[in-house]
């Protein structure tokens, strides 16, 4: 990017930096702003900055035992007994020894104590690693080796290539052109593609001077920790100058160095403050519907407990009262029990001792012992091993298996789930004209096969060998030099992010951050206008066989939000161009108005491909003059120094520029379903498993793909859109949906109704019937007015009478909420399932997070329960493992309770036959082991094994 000499407004360190930093230091709880400067430790020492450790464990050798027995005493199982075994200490209440509660108590807490002890010393063998890893730090003009744990704020480090960051940096000088750094962030976001940082030019020119980096004296003030990974504000102030800092400047913990032979940086975040730290927060931990009932179920067992207690304690008051003084001679009243009364209360508690075995104290040792087991078997399942990536599929976590085979909702993404995320550009809109069908000698379309005849691409030295593309129209236009079709092409080799790496001469390989800049970079490359590098300054494009280098001045950022990405370059004719692509909803908002005929033309062709289920993009470019850029150049760079509302700033600044916008055309890839999709998705209807798709596609695209997967099916009863833009519209539209699906539920006598009025504050919506198969298709913002409080009910009701559910046009917040909404007013288990980063909310709002390792990085699958390659491996997840699991879990409950009231309920019967005097039927020492290993093995081995 060029670096524009910024127009600085005031700063307080123009002044007196070291005045303003010291009279903030003491806000080190309440952190605003980050002040240090480069190597002064003493300075920097002052601001109690945390050095660069990590602890990511829970225990250490003195508090372990205390804190691991608390911590399982807060178990309200583990809690009776321990009052249980206080009780067996009082001799006048006690028949039993006290070793048959110590005995199986201590058994159920050690295997617990040495489960969390193992997983513990996990953590610290993986804490002490990192933090023993060497670094190399300058010091004094000398490269000095020091551990990972020693590094703090202001230090200057040195890194290598393949080497992991060990702090937050900012990058100060690569061994690369321009200072140039290739990183890794796999460990932060999942992506294997690579990313670029750069340094700013005024430290680039420090390169690997040892003297000069001793000497770098600069003065950083940034924003305070933060987990935000994709973002950085602050300012250098360097030899009386102030230089911006953005996240393109950070080297960020958990990035690896690619390619880059070494590089400097400055340490800005250490330790629990670096932006890796801050995103490992505790992850919600999920239980399910059968923990719940266990739960219930002890709380029941003890009221049933105290209610025999109870009863046996007034059998003993009134046989010791009527039949007690013929056995004086015998068994004489101690001196303590004054009274039949008094007797009866002791024995009430001496039947709450003996019939203890009723409360399961190794109930949650033996759920836990079958759900591994239960995980295992998902991870050894072979027909779910994807021989082409070498991938099994996993279970992540063992506390919700049996949870499977009751999903009733799944909400799944589209791109890289249901389709393979594997882009190819496959048609496109130029100036009005279609291309991308063949046809015929006779001049009839034909569909595309094998045989198909290949646009041969031989006067391309360049072109990439396996790209395909069968409309030799498109390469005639190219060859006439057709002045709307160079640009077009000129404006995708322009337009993206991808950095590109020749080791051999000719061979190009490009390094995408999606697939879809990949693939449209590519088919530039192909059709002759060929991305060969780039620097911060400039690109070098082949065009035609002829290389041109533009000067790069300006990027303006792809967001969620923006939903398109533009560059401003100047041409070697000197004119400074401005080029643009993004969502059509977008751009066709910036066109000049010139340009209605043949954005309705393109608009058009547009829908043709979302009929196919093709993905889409318009294309559009300005020529900007010269002195209205270099004033918006200055905005801009105001902007970028500004530390508050940043966002806000750019945007508006952004928005200055993207205008009166001049349509080229239209892009469309293929991203093909994966394999045993639909397939998948008809035996999921089958077992009454609702399908939703919540994707940030464009509507057209998404129902085809709905369509295809067998979501929706032409045989339908019905199909809604709800498209409305404000609150009326939207209520109107879904309560028409739902008089047509079932017309009594808008009646006030319809029970549902009566049952809302009668509660208002509503826990559980009732499930309702509609009268037949029905399909539902909302947008993302008709879903924003939807999801607020008043319109949510009725969003919920609609929806769940549907068969299969399309959102489109969604951002990753309203995945979640729709999830969480399902979640609170019906009474199912859900399930997501997805493949990105964007997926990651839903995935952790669900009852159940299913991650698929795709194109799209690591991410979802580092966030999910279970996780695999292929989506329709989810069939045997739910209906196999799922009900095996599940199956497997009933049976073991109802034989273990079975077993403890058959094994109790024997001394409550034989009290009726020793005058109530809580006597014991069983020898001690096989009450001790009966929970532990009698009864306990017979059931465990039929639940792990029986199918």
């Not at 068994?331 to 508690?349: D, G, H, K, Q, R």
């Not at 923006?562 to 059509?584: H, N, Q, W, Y």
Request: glycine residues 6%; charged residues 20%; contains cysteine.
């Amino acid at each position: 990017m060029k670096y524009i000499k910024p127009f600085i407004s005031e700063i307080p360190w123009n002044y007196s930096w070291y005045y303003c930093a010291m009279s903030l230091f003491e806000r080190q709880d309440g952190e605003q702003e980050r002040y240090l400067q480069a190597n002064n430790r003493e300075f920097n020492t002052k601001f109690g900055y945390p050095n660069n450790t990590i602890k990511t464990s829970r225990y250490n050798v003195f508090n372990f035992l205390p804190l691991n027995l608390f911590e399982q005493f807060q178990r309200l199982a583990n809690a009776y007994f321990l009052v249980l075994l206080f009780l067996q200490l009082i001799p006048q209440i006690s028949s039993l020894a006290w070793y048959t509660t110590v005995i199986p108590l201590m058994v159920v807490l050690s295997i617990t104590a040495v489960k969390d002890a193992i997983d513990d010393m996990k953590r610290h063998q993986n804490d002490n690693h990192v933090n023993n890893r060497s670094v190399m730090v300058v010091m004094n003009g000398r490269i000095k080796e020091d551990k990972w744990m020693n590094i703090q704020v202001g230090d200057i480090i040195k890194l290598r290539n393949n080497q992991p960051v060990t702090a937050d940096i900012l990058l100060l000088s690569s061994s690369e052109p321009y200072s140039l750094t290739y990183i890794e962030t796999a460990e932060l976001d999942g992506e294997t593609n690579l990313k670029v940082k750069q340094a700013i030019p005024v430290t680039s020119d420090l390169e690997d001077n040892l003297e000069l980096l001793s000497a770098f004296d600069g003065k950083v003030t940034c924003e305070s920790p933060n987990n935000k990974l994709d973002k950085f504000t602050g300012i250098l102030t360097y030899k009386g100058k102030d230089f911006t800092l953005d996240h393109d400047k950070l080297l960020l913990r958990g990035c690896i160095i690619r390619n880059t032979d070494w590089c400097y940086g400055l340490v800005i975040y250490t330790g629990p403050d670096t932006k890796l730290m801050q995103n490992c927060g505790k992850s919600t931990f999920k239980r399910t519907h059968m923990d719940h009932l266990l739960n219930v179920l002890v709380v029941w067992i003890f009221l049933f407990l105290g209610s025999m207690c109870f009863i046996l304690a007034i059998g003993h008051g009134i046989w010791e009262n009527k039949k007690g003084y013929y056995f004086q001679n015998y068994l004489p009243w101690e001196e303590y029990v004054p009274s039949s009364a008094v007797s009866a209360i002791l024995v009430f508690w001496s039947y709450f001792i003996i019939l203890n075995t009723m409360v399961p104290i190794s109930l949650y040792v033996s759920v836990e012992i079958i759900r591994l087991g239960n995980s295992c078997y998902i991870n050894w399942d072979r027909k779910m091993f994807y021989a082409p990536k070498n991938s099994p599929a996993q279970a992540r976590t063992t506390t919700l298996n049996e949870e499977l085979g009751q999903v009733k909702y799944v909400f799944s993404d589209k791109t890289g789930t249901l389709t393979q995320n594997i882009m190819v550009f496959n048609k496109c809109s130029i100036n009005g004209m279609f291309y991308g069908h063949v046809y015929d000698k006779k001049g009839m379309k034909v569909e595309v096969s094998e045989e198909t005849e290949k646009v041969d691409f031989s006067y391309n030295k360049l072109a990439d060998p396996k790209f395909s593309f069968y409309d030799k129209t498109l390469v005639e236009a190219v060859k006439k030099g057709d002045r709307w079709v160079h640009l077009f092409f000129l404006s995708l080799s322009l337009c993206h992010t991808v950095m590109s790496e020749e080791k051999v001469e000719g061979k190009l390989v490009y390094q995408a951050q999606s697939p879809d800049e990949g693939a449209l970079v590519t088919a530039a490359r192909n059709f002759g206008f060929v991305f060969r590098y780039r620097t911060s300054e400039t690109i070098a494009v082949v065009e035609m066989g002829e290389t041109k280098v533009y000067q790069l001045l300006a990027i303006l950022d792809f967001s969620n939000v923006r939903k398109r990405m533009s560059i401003v370059v100047r041409t070697p004719e000197d004119r400074v161009m401005l080029f643009c692509k993004g969502a059509d909803t977008i751009l066709c908002q910036l066109l000049h108005p010139s340009c209605r005929f043949l954005r309705d033309v393109t608009m058009e062709h547009l829908d043709d491909f979302a009929v196919e289920g093709l993905r889409t993009l318009m294309v559009a470019y300005r020529e900007l003059d010269n002195s209205f850029f270099q004033a918006w150049s200055k905005k801009h760079s105001e902007a970028c120094l500004s530390l508050e509302n940043r966002e806000h700033k750019m945007s508006n600044v952004y928005e200055e520029i993207e205008k009166d916008l001049m349509l080229l055309g239209a892009t469309a890839i293929e991203d093909k379903l994966q394999d045993g999709v639909p397939e998948t998705v008809a035996t999921l209807n089958k077992a009454q498993i609702k399908m939703w798709v919540l994707t940030g596609d464009k509507q057209e695209t998404a129902v085809n793909i709905a369509y295809a997967c067998n979501i929706f099916e032409e045989e339908m009863d019905g199909m809604f859109i709800v498209e409305g833009k404000n609150n009326e519209t939207v209520l109107q539209e879904l309560r028409s949906a739902r008089d047509k699906m079932k017309p009594e539920s808008l009646l006030e006598s319809d029970p549902v109704n009566i049952y809302l009025t009668s509660k208002p504050q509503i826990l559980r919506i009732p499930e309702e019937v509609p009268n037949g198969n029905y399909g539902l298709i909302i947008n993302g913002c008709s879903l924003a007015y939807a999801l607020e409080g008043n319109l949510e009910l009725e969003l919920v009701r609609t929806a769940c009478m549907c068969k299969g559910v399309i959102c489109c046009r969604m951002t990753p917040l309203q995945k979640a909420q729709v999830v969480e909404m399902v979640k609170r007013y019906k009474k199912v288990v859900t399930l997501a399932i997805g493949d990105g980063a964007n997926d990651v909310s839903m995935i952790k709002a669900a009852h159940i997070g299913v991650g698929i390792s795709g194109q799209e990085g690591m991410q979802a699958m580092l966030n999910s329960d279970y996780a695999f390659s292929q989506f329709h491996y989810l069939q045997r997840l739910l209906l196999v493992h799922g009900r095996w699991s599940y199956n497997r879990m009933c049976k073991f409950l109802s034989y273990f309770f079975y077993k403890n009231f058959a094994f109790t309920l024997v001394h409550f019967w034989y009290a009726f036959f020793s005058g109530f005097s809580a006597q014991t039927v069983y020898d001690t020492w096989f009450i001790t082991f009966y929970n532990l290993v009698y009864t306990s093995l017979p059931v465990l081995g039929l639940s792990l094994f029986d199918q």
